[in-house]
């Protein structure tokens, strides 16, 4: 036989040991060079350890932080930290309460008649035609560095006026390397409140403002007449500083004026929300400048401010960094707080200047698995608590109290708690021909399904016990909230052993035969009464709430339609008043209970155009709403409050499902958290013990080398066996 | 060839406007310009008028299809489908409802996508082509069935397991890279060994089987009798002819799915944090962002077709018999 005329191979077992070694080297070596000193799975670069950093996570990209626009709690967490309104919560005490920012107080409102004339504080609220509030901000205040106020020589603005082949090679605001900065003015915040009338901005309180500020909506008509078109779709700068209008006025340098038409006292809480902070009318003509947007150079991706902090890094994708803003006025801890705020430490830095940490790095963590582990790991110095993990973190104890698992205990990790100020409701479409109207028979239908869905169980099931049942549309910390058993609603529970007991299900079922239904039968057809019920839950994680749902309907021998759809067509349906019953839930936008009723005021239906999706009217709560919305808190309103509960509870629109618990943990290393939940601005407030981060992060992360060394031996292992096979055929084929 | 080339890219011409009437198709059938306003504005307090002010600003205000108001050719052109759709032609993706330009969104995150894509790709196919080598070399024996149910097993998993073993496993147990994260420059390299690893050893089920395949198909042809017949080895056999032949098939298979190396990988992307185009298009999916989406269909769709001619072009390359007409 003729002998191939072929190079030598070597032997196989030589050609795999050769092959290997070199191969196991280098992915030690690899191994080594890609994870550095341990430890290995730290996300961060190695020159940030030991700084004085905190670390987060975000779910979801900030759709906007231009504060004009922005009005979600993941766009808030960054842009109050930049962004400084003049009024803003106190961090320790509750109820919460406002103060000062950059105001030097709380405004008092001054009530002027027809004339313009100033009237007394308890005047007639019908001659009361104006209220205005003069703003005093403080002198002194300086915004971050930013290139729209970086001047050259000759006080002439720098970048106010680039060429478009300037424009064309921009990418980021950084490319413009000079910045500058100036005094906080007045005109800033009226510059900003003419913004939120700008038609092309999108602001979305710009129909509420045009219902209060006076000469708002004729501003903005003005303004949607007076701006030049858009040039390639880029709208040229329109200086509003020339422009006025009656509702904001200048006085002084460091003061101006809001006039409000008539009386809306809940208007001072809109001056601690970003809406209201100052807007320096350079940034808007820098970034105003054709080819600007087309590069991605908006107010809605660079916020400049005044707060403690500056945005150094927007990249949503991947990571947002903010930094100490070096031109931060000197603001300090606050010195009171509430009764065991001194025991629990959060007085310790009372008077210290703010903020305490030097940067905070947010990291893009779309899914929960990873977000949790690396929380665990001291990679994230914060955390909620998803569904998946809260066995692993929480339990609770026999009287219900919520507390840590003995593992995150020895981790030293801390858990905080508070009730939201929202609601998860039950709404009965009062236009509905079944479960609708003030007839008798719907009341006493609702009132019966009101007790039959148990959502004490809902939370139990579906919240992991993260919620309170609801007794009223108010949640605790809002005023006119009672607790206890003046505070429960008597149509669905009773007071027993001292806590609400909802009431027995053969209750709900008189109440249903009262109304015509016994045993849940339609009377006309003699078949279980249908209700249907329209569900945002299409998902398959729905399926096992929309079950229970139907459950707690079965309970009456109602039989539960569920309509399940998207989130878009359950809102179209909410606007066109089609729907029978449904769940929703508001959060609320300031603490006052003005800001819950409304969505239970008439004039405010949902097929109307406004928020109260249960379309629900009665004219004594109406009346009584817009006599309490212009109330002082205090004993009368409690008592109109009451009043207005009780017609609610009696007429059940709602059923009153929940207030979600927020449940968040944090790192033993953080200090100085207490939840606020109407304050966004509370990163200022916190501060780290960045050396006992990393002794943590180093004894909880060692490297685990062994499973390499098994998968190698596993792969030797595994190859001896064929290596001698394969030696046995080459022998054979050489015979 | 050039005239088959030119003939290929005018046939594409067709075909895209078609994926493009197709995906506006679906995507309004579910979101009407309407919803897409409110999701950009926000679910409180928006009044109608803002929602009609957002609309004529994005040019969301036009009939969908069809124009009936408007005259003559108007009537097609004035429309959402053409004035957002002519511009793609040119490769101008215009910017996204949000305001970002797009194309420098695209331009950004494509380097993260081709960063875990590439060595995917790169690693598995030396591992899928040696481990088919391997089973092929010992066909018929215990390793050959074992590695076949072994590699059917592989495929019947889910990648989403791969991923959540993976990170549990190799980040949270052994504490060996990071779970998820990414950065920039070599900083990134310790955010790609997980998802690479996970990438490569997800695919090694239908990777190898099908290169077996090829390999099973060519080890029983005549050349390679012949080859066996003059004495030589089994393993020169394998590698020298075998290898050879087989490696026509991965190879253009391969060229067809370089361009798409571009998209990213959806879930990977996601559960990694690595800010490629799979997780641009996912949040443009879920943002309802319009804009967006028809422009990665649409980059999708260009990237497909190129991949198709390069596949074609390879062909001539790997085999001479092949003539393109």
Redesign the interface.
């Known amino acids: 036989?003729?002998?191939?005329a072929?190079r030598p191979?070597p032997p196989?077992g030589a050609l795999c040991s050769r092959l290997l070694t070199p191969a196991l080297a280098c992915l030690t070596v690899v191994?080594l060079?890609?994870?550095?000193a341990p430890?290995?799975?730290?996300?961060y670069?190695e020159g940030q350890a030991g700084e004085n950093i905190l670390y987060g996570a975000f779910t979801e990209?900030p759709?906007?932080l231009d504060p004009v626009r922005s009005?979600?709690s993941n766009e808030y967490s960054f842009i109050a930290q930049i962004y400084e309104p003049p009024l803003q919560y106190h961090f320790l005490k509750r109820p919460y309460t406002l103060v000062p920012l950059t105001a030097e107080a709380v405004p008092e409102p001054t009530h002027l008649d027809a004339d313009g004339n100033p009237l007394p504080a308890d005047a007639d609220p019908e001659r009361i035609a104006v209220t205005e509030y003069l703003v005093r901000i403080q002198p002194g205040i300086r915004y971050q560095p930013h290139p729209a106020f970086a001047q050259d020589a000759d006080g002439r603005y720098r970048y106010h006026d680039l060429s478009p082949a300037q424009i064309a090679g921009l990418?980021e605001l950084s490319d413009l390397p000079e910045t500058g900065s100036r005094e906080l003015t007045a005109e800033d915040y009226v510059y900003q409140i003419k913004r939120l009338a700008v038609?092309?901005l999108?602001s979305?309180?710009?129909?509420?403002m045009g219902e209060h500020i006076l000469g708002f909506e004729a501003f903005s008509e003005r303004i949607r007449e007076a701006a030049p078109e858009p040039v390639g779709?880029e709208r040229p700068f329109f200086d509003l500083r020339r422009y006025d209008f009656p509702g904001v006025e200048v006085v002084d340098r460091y003061s101006y004026k809001v006039r409000i038409d008539g009386r809306y006292p809940q208007f001072v809480y809109w001056l601690a929300m970003p809406f209201f902070a100052p807007m320096p009318w350079e940034a808007e003509a820098l970034t105003s400048q054709p080819g600007m947007?087309?590069?991605?150079i908006?107010l809605?991706?660079y916020p400049v401010g005044t707060g403690p902090f500056m945005l150094t890094e927007n990249?949503p994708?991947?990571r947002m960094v903010l930094a100490r803003n070096p031109n931060f006025h000197g603001e300090t801890y606050p010195a009171e707080g509430m009764p065991g705020d001194r025991e629990a430490g959060l007085l310790e830095a009372a008077g210290e200047p703010l903020p305490f940490i030097d940067r905070a790095v947010y990291?893009?963590?779309?899914?929960s698995?990873?977000y949790w582990?690396?929380f665990l790991?001291g990679?994230y110095d914060t955390s909620g608590i998803s569904s998946d993990a809260f066995d692993q973190a929480v339990k609770f104890d026999a009287a219900g109290e919520a507390g840590l698992t003995a593992d995150m205990r020895e981790k030293g990790i801390q858990l905080s708690t508070a009730v939201q100020t929202s609601i998860w409701y039950m709404g009965f479409n009062m236009e509905d021909d079944v479960v609708g109207g003030d007839s008798e028979r719907a009341r006493l239908l609702r009132q019966a399904i009101s007790i039959a869905v148990d959502f004490g169980e809902f939370i139990s099931i579906f919240a992991n016990g993260r919620g309170v049942q609801g007794q009223g549309p108010l949640p605790p910390g809002i005023f006119g909230h009672r607790e206890g058993e003046a505070g429960i609603n008597p149509y669905v529970f009773d007071w027993e052993h001292g806590r609400p007991q909802r009431k027995p299900i053969e209750e709900a079922r008189a109440l249903l035969a009262q109304a015509g239904y016994r045993d849940g039968r339609d009377p006309e057809t003699g078949r279980p009464l249908s209700i249907y019920y329209e569900a945002m839950d299409a998902g398959p994680d729905g399926k096992a709430r929309l079950n229970w749902m139907r459950k707690q309907f079965a309970k009456l021998g109602i039989e539960l339609i569920v309509r399940a759809t998207?989130y878009?067509r359950f809102?179209e349906k909410m606007r066109e008043g089609t729907g029978q019953v449904f769940m929703w839930g508001w959060n609320a936008?300031y603490p006052d209970p003005e800001n819950f009723f409304f969505l239970l005021y008439g004039p405010n239906r949902k097929i109307d155009?406004g928020?109260n999706a249960a379309n629900y009217s009665n004219p004594e709560l109406d009346r009584l709403f817009e006599r309490m919305k212009n109330m002082p808190d205090g004993p009368e309103r409690q008592a109109v409050i009451d009043r207005m509960t009780e017609i609610v509870r009696h007429d059940t629109p709602w059923s009153f499902g929940f207030y979600p618990e927020s449940f968040s943990l944090h790192h033993q290393w953080v200090e100085n958290v207490k939840p606020n939940l109407m304050a966004n601005n509370t990163l200022k407030y916190l501060s780290l013990e960045p050396g006992i981060r990393e002794d943590k992060r180093a004894a909880w992360?060692?490297?685990?080398?062994w499973?390499?060394a098994a998968v190698v031996l596993v792969l030797v292992l595994g190859a001896l066996?064929?290596i001698v096979?394969?030696r046995r055929?080459?022998r054979s084929?050489?015979l | 060839m050039s005239a088959y080339i030119v003939r290929r890219l005018l046939y594409a011409i067709p075909i895209l406007i078609g994926v493009n009437l197709i995906t506006f198709v679906l995507f309004f059938v579910v979101n009407s310009p309407d919803d897409m306003a409110r999701m950009q504005l926000g679910d409180k307090r928006v009044t109608e008028e803002a929602i009609q002010a957002w609309k004529a600003d994005h040019g969301y205000d036009r009939p969908l299809l069809f124009n009936a108001e408007a005259e003559g050719l108007g009537a097609l052109t004035d429309t959402i489908f053409f004035q957002k759709s002519v511009k793609l032609f040119a490769l101008n993706f215009g910017t996204s409802d949000s305001g970002r330009d797009i194309g420098y969104d695209i331009r950004q995150r494509m380097w993260p996508s081709l960063a875990i894509a590439l060595p995917v790709l790169l690693v598995g196919l030396a591992i899928n082509i040696s481990y088919a080598l391997m089973i092929v070399f010992f066909r018929a024996t215990y390793i050959d069935v074992g590695s076949v149910v072994l590699l059917v097993a592989m495929m019947s998993i889910s990648g989403l397991f791969y991923i959540i073993s993976g990170q549990f496993l190799i980040g949270k147990l052994f504490h060996l890279v990071p779970i998820s994260g990414y950065d920039i420059g070599l900083e990134a390299f310790k955010f790609l060994i997980l998802p690479v690893i996970v990438g490569v050893v997800s695919g090694i089920g239908t990777g190898t089987r099908l290169y077996r395949t090829f390999f099973l198909e060519e080890i029983n042809r005549d050349y390679v009798r012949t080859a066996r017949a003059k004495g030589l080895r089994e393993r020169i056999v394998l590698f020298r002819h075998v290898l050879k032949n087989a490696l026509i098939p991965i190879l253009t298979g391969v060229v067809a799915v370089l361009p798409l190396l571009f998209m990213g990988a959806l879930i990977t992307e996601s559960f990694f944090g690595i800010p490629g185009l799979g997780s641009y298009t996912i949040d443009a999916i879920n943002r309802q962002d319009f804009s967006i989406v028809r422009a990665m269909v649409f980059l999708g769709s260009v990237l497909y077709i190129l991949g198709l001619i390069l596949t074609d072009i390879s062909y001539t390359m790997v085999d001479p018999r092949v003539r393109l007409s």
Request: charged letters at 20%; hydrophobic letters at 35%; proline letters at 13%.
């Open positions: 036989m003729a002998k191939a072929t191979w196989l191994l060079a890609g994870c550095g430890p290995w799975n730290n996300p670069p990209r759709k906007h009005y979600s990418n038609p092309w999108h979305p309180i710009a129909g509420l779709g947007a087309d590069n991605n908006t809605d991706w990249n994708n991947l990291s893009l963590e779309k899914e698995i990873p582990n690396k790991q990679y998207d878009n809102q936008d155009g928020e992360n060692p490297p685990v080398l499973p390499i066996p064929a096979i394969a055929r080459e084929a050489a």
